[in-house]
């Protein structure tokens, strides 16, 4: 059994790299199947950024229970990098993948999304962007039935049809059918869907969209 004791500080000063690692090998797959910056939706430069409240140094102090640079702390490395891991789980939730203009943006906190008031609830993109949260350079939240793209994707192209549904800020809904006729397996589900124009940058600020919610038509 491997174990670190030390300080709090050290432990991040050795162990750190090593969990950044393991964030990139994690997310790997993610920024594959989005395929396009969730903000921008630029293609190229992707980065995997923590959501704003669930950062990689804020999940290590709640694992470790503190946040003290001198307190001591006796850990179990096997254990600590699951229970790491399983923070990041589903990792749609916990990483938003952004270029890396948008990434410092983000991380510099000119992308107006609030931090979640409790730093344990791994949230979503959705989660912290209501309605009366929506800046002008917010990310529009895009949610999927089933939720994780890869599933969706598998589905969209079995059924080959999705349903839509577009959320105003006035308490409007719109739903609209997607036929997916010429989705493919090379498609990539977030970028098709950022490229519509009502979704781009700026236009669904416009329009008055607050959020959208896409089904797989099982029974299509």
Request: charged share 25%; glycine share 6%; proline share 5%.
């Amino acid at each position: 059994m491997a174990t670190f004791e030390g300080t709090s500080q050290e432990f991040k000063r050795y162990l750190g790299p090593h969990l950044r690692n393991v964030v990139q090998l994690i997310t790997k797959k993610q920024k594959a199947e989005v395929g396009a910056c969730e903000h921008c939706g630029v293609g190229e430069k992707l980065e995997s950024a923590h959501v704003r409240g669930r950062d990689r140094t804020e999940i290590i102090n709640s694992l470790l229970g503190t946040a003290e640079p001198a307190d001591t702390v006796r850990v179990d490395l096997v254990q600590f990098e699951k229970a790491f891991k399983s923070e990041h789980e589903p990792v749609e939730k916990a990483i938003l993948i952004l270029c890396r203009d948008c990434h410092w943006r983000y991380d510099s906190n000119i992308l107006h999304q609030p931090a979640s008031p409790q730093a344990t609830h791994v949230i979503s993109a959705a989660d912290v962007m209501s309605a009366s949260q929506a800046t002008p350079e917010g990310i529009l939240p895009i949610t999927l039935d089933p939720p994780r793209a890869s599933d969706f994707k598998d589905e969209l192209l079995k059924c080959g049809g999705a349903e839509i549904t577009i959320h105003y800020s006035d308490g409007r809904t719109e739903t609209r059918r997607w036929n997916a006729s010429r989705f493919s397996e090379s498609s990539n589900v977030f970028g098709n869907l950022r490229s519509r124009p009502e979704f781009r940058q700026g236009e669904w600020q416009s329009r008055g969209i607050v959020k959208v919610h896409v089904r797989v038509l099982r029974d299509a």
